[in-house]
């Protein structure tokens, strides 16, 4: 990690203002990565033609792993496998898919394709996935349409609307229309069977099935704290450039302002037996391609309790049109829903939903107050999606929603991030700050363009800037980068940093703190450990520090308290918790060297597993308490291992005398002198009082987890 200095910087908003130069977590590449060949933007298929998927194995050893297709589409989900094969060290493979085999074969809509690389690698199983694939085929099904950047050009080309990546900003409203159409139907072949359902058929069918399922009346209300069942996932979705332009329920500048009431309206009378909705209406993200997510590990590691993939778009601004009427606009409530009814027949609405804006408010007495920072996502997009029937967890009845998925890699990159936010909106104690705070931007296609040794050019010669990193006004998501063996220069992998969410939480972790504690910004990392607490196991991203590298205090407790915010947003309260990192973690094992057993570290390839509930561990060396003060100890150091620990102790656990994030802040923000532990502890005594529940749980867990060298 770069030493942060002052600097001036434009914001998104044009104005110059004094910043700190963002941080770069430079995360690293997997052991196996996969993704697809595609002659172009587009590639057109027939008959028994196929599509190349590429198997690289970055590692210095032999792997075995499986190639596994989820497919999804046509309102069903299909796992296929490509099979198992063993990859030789540093080896290079290259499969073939037919799209004619595909069991889901849609027309005017999309099926995501997800390719995936499974294996077990040093006693963690992986599920690495490919960049998605949009596939769609002619309406006679013999041709078939695909692309891993574009699905807006593949939908167009399956409805014979061609069009191309330069010019396709000039698609006409007719032709919008005529691709909003199809959203919400189910029209191809599944599993060999012809399908032709319009939108109303399959709302109508599902909103009858639900309905015979509901034991109780039609008026449920799903509650601010309720999720929608994840019914059959119909319907598709498209985007647009730019934010919603109906009023929303938002301001940056505003703290409070007054909410016009909502009219729900008569009862609409739905032609075709499609039922009405007369209830909020929810809508769900659906972003996939994350690496980190899910993966398995010891048992003595929990999994993490968010799941990304499907989550409510919590604090969203969102419009609803009813035949080209708007119906409601405003921000979503935490669940993703509108906070009152509206009234409206299905078959001939739309939603639309901006992951522009996210920021938590209420409303009390019909005014609007934001109870947060405002977090602002780029590139701006508006997602289209018609409405799908799910039910209510509260009355089993049918209610209005809407899915929202990726047709572009600029969409994926964008909902990744966005599911990440809506996360972070909902969890409390949040240290975002209340609305009149600065907006934290989020840029999702460019990475650190402020640390030139992350910069990379492509064939072109055009300069781009990988990596993630951040600072307290900005948070930076480009592609990772790995050295180029022949060259010695960085170039981009196959990864995308916003494949991994702990990657985007721990980004977000840095603003959060140098915004409300400004700072303790880095130490330099110039004081890096050697042997074990050396960074000489990573392979992959910098070695400027690792999760077990030693430091001085301030630049442990800077990477160790991002880590411990990414853990805090990805698990509830609980003794234990997940972090999965993304660089190499150094295990230990027995090795054999002319027959005589010699315990000796390796590294783990990322993502990697551990339980921030403990203490560094290992099964080899067993329980510590810090690595720092089993492997190196000295005064004054610390590792980011020791720190997330520490932080998760005092304040992720469920405890009556653990610290909230702005007690953490004053005291991590306001130390007097240099940034060692005694001045720490010190201005812990000063806030907590000496002998009080919260000054002993502090420093007893400081002891318990190292951070007291």
């Given at each position: 990690?770069?030493t942060?200095?002052?600097?001036k910087?434009?914001?998104?908003?044009?104005s110059?203002?004094?910043?700190?130069?963002?941080?770069p977590?430079?995360?690293s590449?997997s052991?196996?990565t996969?993704g697809?060949k595609?002659d172009?933007v587009l590639?057109e298929?027939g008959?028994?033609?196929?599509?190349?998927?590429?198997?690289?194995?970055?590692?210095d050893?032999e792997?075995d792993?499986e190639?596994?297709?989820q497919l999804?589409?046509l309102?069903?989900h299909r796992?296929r496998?490509?099979?198992?094969?063993?990859?030789?060290?540093r080896?290079?493979?290259?499969l073939?898919?037919a799209?004619?085999?595909?069991?889901i074969v849609p027309w005017?809509?999309?099926?995501?394709?997800?390719?995936?690389?499974?294996?077990?690698r040093?006693?963690?199983?992986q599920r690495?996935p490919a960049?998605?694939?949009?596939?769609s085929?002619s309406r006679?099904?013999a041709?078939?349409?695909?692309?891993?950047?574009?699905?807006e050009?593949?939908?167009?080309?399956?409805?014979g609307?061609?069009?191309?990546?330069w010019n396709k900003?000039?698609?006409?409203a007719?032709?919008?229309?005529?691709?909003l159409?199809?959203?919400g139907?189910r029209?191809g072949?599944?599993?060999?069977?012809?399908l032709?359902?319009?939108?109303?058929d399959v709302?109508?069918?599902?909103a009858?099935?639900?309905?015979?399922?509901?034991?109780?009346s039609?008026d449920?209300n799903v509650?601010?704290?309720?999720?929608?069942?994840?019914?059959e996932?119909?319907?598709?979705?498209?985007s647009r450039?730019g934010?919603l332009?109906?009023?929303s329920a938002?301001?940056a500048a505003a703290?409070?302002?007054?909410i016009p009431?909502?009219?729900p309206?008569p009862?609409p009378y739905c032609?075709?037996?499609?039922?009405?909705?007369?209830?909020?209406?929810?809508?769900s993200l659906r972003?996939?391609?994350?690496?980190?997510?899910?993966?398995?590990?010891?048992t003595?590691?929990?999994?993490?309790?968010?799941v990304?993939?499907n989550?409510?778009?919590a604090?969203?601004n969102?419009a609803?049109?009813?035949?080209?009427?708007?119906?409601?606009?405003g921000?979503?409530?935490?669940?993703g829903?509108?906070p009152?009814?509206v009234?409206?027949?299905?078959?001939?609405?739309?939603?639309?939903?901006?992951?522009?804006s996210?920021?938590?408010w209420?409303?009390?007495d019909g005014?609007y107050y934001s109870?947060s920072?405002?977090?602002?996502?780029t590139p701006a997009r508006?997602?289209?999606?018609?409405?799908?029937i799910a039910s209510?967890?509260?009355t089993?009845?049918?209610i209005?929603?809407?899915?929202?998925h990726a047709?572009?890699?600029a969409?994926?990159?964008v909902?990744?991030v966005?599911?990440?936010?809506?996360?972070?909106?909902?969890m409390?104690?949040?240290g975002?700050?209340?609305?009149?705070?600065?907006?934290?931007?989020?840029h999702?296609e460019?990475?650190?363009c402020n640390?030139?040794?992350?910069?990379y050019a492509?064939?072109?010669g055009q300069i781009?800037c990988?990596?993630a990193?951040a600072d307290?006004?900005?948070?930076?998501f480009?592609?990772?980068?790995?050295?180029?063996p022949n060259?010695g220069?960085?170039?981009?992998t196959?990864?995308?940093s916003?494949?991994?969410a702990y990657?985007?939480?721990?980004e977000l972790g840095?603003?959060?703190?140098?915004?409300?504690a400004?700072?303790?910004?880095?130490?330099?990392?110039?004081?890096i450990?050697?042997g074990?607490?050396?960074?000489?196991?990573v392979?992959d991203g910098?070695?400027k520090?690792?999760?077990?590298?030693r430091h001085?205090?301030?630049s442990a407790?800077?990477?160790?308290f991002?880590?411990?915010?990414a853990?805090r947003?990805m698990n509830?309260?609980?003794?234990d918790a997940r972090?999965t990192?993304?660089?190499?973690?150094?295990?230990f094992?027995?090795?054999?060297?002319?027959g005589v057993?010699v315990?000796?570290p390796y590294?783990?390839?990322?993502?990697?597993?551990?339980n921030t509930?403990?203490?560094?561990?290992?099964?080899?060396?067993?329980?510590t308490t810090?690595?720092?003060r089993?492997?190196c100890?000295?005064?004054?150091?610390?590792?980011?291992y020791d720190?997330?620990?520490?932080?998760w102790?005092?304040?992720g656990?469920v405890n009556t005398?653990?610290?909230?994030?702005?007690e953490i802040?004053?005291i991590?923000g306001?130390?007097?002198?240099?940034?060692t532990?005694p001045?720490?502890?010190?201005?812990?005594?000063t806030?907590?009082?000496?002998?009080?529940?919260?000054?002993n749980?502090?420093?007893q867990?400081?002891g318990?987890?190292g951070t007291?060298?």
């Amino acid at each position: 990690m770069a030493t942060r200095t002052r600097s001036k910087r434009r914001s998104a908003g044009g104005s110059t203002h004094p910043t700190e130069d963002p941080t770069p977590s430079s995360a690293s590449s997997s052991t196996v990565t996969l993704g697809w060949k595609i002659d172009g933007v587009l590639a057109e298929r027939g008959g028994a033609s196929t599509y190349a998927l590429e198997v690289q194995n970055n590692e210095d050893a032999e792997v075995d792993t499986e190639i596994v297709l989820q497919l999804d589409g046509l309102g069903v989900h299909r796992t296929r496998s490509l099979g198992k094969i063993v990859l030789a060290a540093r080896e290079r493979r290259v499969l073939s898919w037919a799209p004619a085999s595909s069991p889901i074969v849609p027309w005017g809509t999309l099926a995501r394709v997800t390719a995936e690389a499974r294996y077990t690698r040093d006693g963690f199983t992986q599920r690495i996935p490919a960049r998605l694939l949009f596939l769609s085929f002619s309406r006679d099904g013999a041709r078939a349409f695909a692309s891993d950047e574009d699905g807006e050009l593949v939908r167009l080309a399956s409805l014979g609307r061609r069009t191309s990546p330069w010019n396709k900003g000039a698609v006409s409203a007719a032709e919008r229309d005529a691709q909003l159409a199809q959203l919400g139907g189910r029209r191809g072949k599944l599993d060999g069977v012809p399908l032709d359902e319009s939108p109303a058929d399959v709302l109508t069918r599902k909103a009858r099935r639900l309905a015979s399922k509901a034991a109780v009346s039609a008026d449920g209300n799903v509650g601010t704290g309720a999720l929608v069942e994840d019914e059959e996932d119909i319907g598709d979705s498209m985007s647009r450039e730019g934010d919603l332009a109906t009023p929303s329920a938002g301001g940056a500048a505003a703290q409070s302002f007054i909410i016009p009431p909502v009219d729900p309206g008569p009862l609409p009378y739905c032609p075709g037996a499609t039922y009405p909705v007369t209830t909020p209406t929810c809508i769900s993200l659906r972003p996939t391609g994350y690496r980190d997510l899910g993966v398995g590990a010891p048992t003595n590691v929990p999994a993490e309790d968010a799941v990304l993939t499907n989550y409510p778009a919590a604090y969203a601004n969102a419009a609803i049109y009813e035949s080209g009427a708007l119906r409601w606009s405003g921000r979503l409530n935490a669940s993703g829903c509108t906070p009152a009814a509206v009234r409206y027949c299905p078959q001939n609405a739309r939603i639309e939903v901006s992951t522009s804006s996210f920021e938590r408010w209420a409303q009390f007495d019909g005014i609007y107050y934001s109870l947060s920072r405002q977090l602002r996502l780029t590139p701006a997009r508006t997602f289209i999606a018609q409405v799908v029937i799910a039910s209510s967890p509260t009355t089993g009845m049918p209610i209005g929603a809407a899915n929202v998925h990726a047709s572009t890699v600029a969409d994926q990159h964008v909902l990744r991030v966005a599911s990440v936010l809506a996360r972070l909106l909902r969890m409390g104690d949040d240290g975002l700050g209340n609305g009149s705070a600065p907006p934290l931007n989020l840029h999702t296609e460019t990475g650190c363009c402020n640390f030139p040794e992350f910069h990379y050019a492509l064939p072109s010669g055009q300069i781009l800037c990988g990596e993630a990193c951040a600072d307290a006004n900005d948070a930076f998501f480009g592609q990772n980068l790995a050295v180029d063996p022949n060259t010695g220069t960085l170039r981009p992998t196959s990864v995308h940093s916003t494949q991994d969410a702990y990657v985007v939480g721990h980004e977000l972790g840095h603003s959060v703190q140098m915004a409300a504690a400004g700072g303790p910004g880095s130490g330099g990392f110039a004081d890096i450990g050697l042997g074990n607490c050396s960074c000489d196991h990573v392979r992959d991203g910098n070695r400027k520090h690792c999760l077990q590298s030693r430091h001085n205090v301030k630049s442990a407790q800077a990477e160790g308290f991002a880590h411990f915010f990414a853990t805090r947003i990805m698990n509830n309260k609980d003794s234990d918790a997940r972090f999965t990192y993304y660089k190499d973690v150094r295990r230990f094992a027995t090795f054999y060297v002319n027959g005589v057993p010699v315990p000796a570290p390796y590294g783990v390839a990322p993502p990697v597993p551990i339980n921030t509930g403990m203490p560094a561990y290992d099964s080899f060396y067993g329980q510590t308490t810090g690595w720092v003060r089993k492997f190196c100890p000295a005064a004054d150091v610390s590792s980011e291992y020791d720190w997330l620990t520490f932080l998760w102790a005092i304040n992720g656990k469920v405890n009556t005398a653990n610290l909230s994030l702005s007690e953490i802040f004053a005291i991590l923000g306001s130390v007097s002198g240099s940034f060692t532990w005694p001045n720490i502890r010190a201005r812990a005594q000063t806030n907590l009082a000496l002998g009080s529940a919260k000054f002993n749980r502090f420093d007893q867990q400081a002891g318990t987890n190292g951070t007291n060298l």
